[in-house]
């Protein structure tokens, strides 16, 4: 299965937490993150990811670490919008590109504030009443359309971006929700019926 996943998914997959309880999101990010190792599932990133991904490592664990980190993100990343390991395949994606600017443009338009169901919702995994709505940035929109665009589902740790995509009405997971039989069902390559 190809799915998008957003940063902060990934980040806990190449770094190992020093807060024990950041280990539970950790050990899920690594069994998901093993299944594109194994090909079980295909990675598909935007480039932007790749760049916040290295960006958090480095101010985390250096240069160096972060670097290796890296460079075993893209080694398995089976497409980085937009390059690709195929010269026509960056081609054909460089070309999309500007349908992909414009998709992006629109979400960022129509999508940044996205109103919460204060009733239906109430059941839904991290769901609280604290604000009506909730916001998404800009980094978030980039991820969030490229899930749109490819029709993947996307992989975030992120409850804003989660429930933005998914009331949208994208395949949407949201990493600390997830149960460890749904985990371990993704990881298989097998989509899960979420939230409820």
Known sequence: MRI???????????HIPRDPAAMKRHTRAVALFDSFVISTN??????????????TLSKIVGEQLAEVNVNDLIAVASEIYPMSPS???TWFLSVSSYIYFKACLNNALKHTRVPKDMVADIAVPGFTSKRDEV?????????FTYAEVRDAPLLTNDWSLWYAAWKK????????????????????????????
């Open 4 to 14: 998008v996943v957003d940063s902060d998914v990934l980040v806990y997959a190449l």
């Open 42 to 55: 295909e990675l598909f990133i935007p480039s932007t990811i790749v760049i916040e991904v290295a960006a």
């Open 87 to 89: 010269l026509a395949q």
């Open 135 to 143: 916001r998404i940035g800009g980094m978030d929109i980039f991820v």
């Open 169 to 196: 009405g994208l395949r949407a997971y949201w990493l600390s929700g997830l149960s460890d039989q749904q985990v371990a069902e993704l990881a298989q390559g097998k989509s899960v019926s979420y939230p409820l």
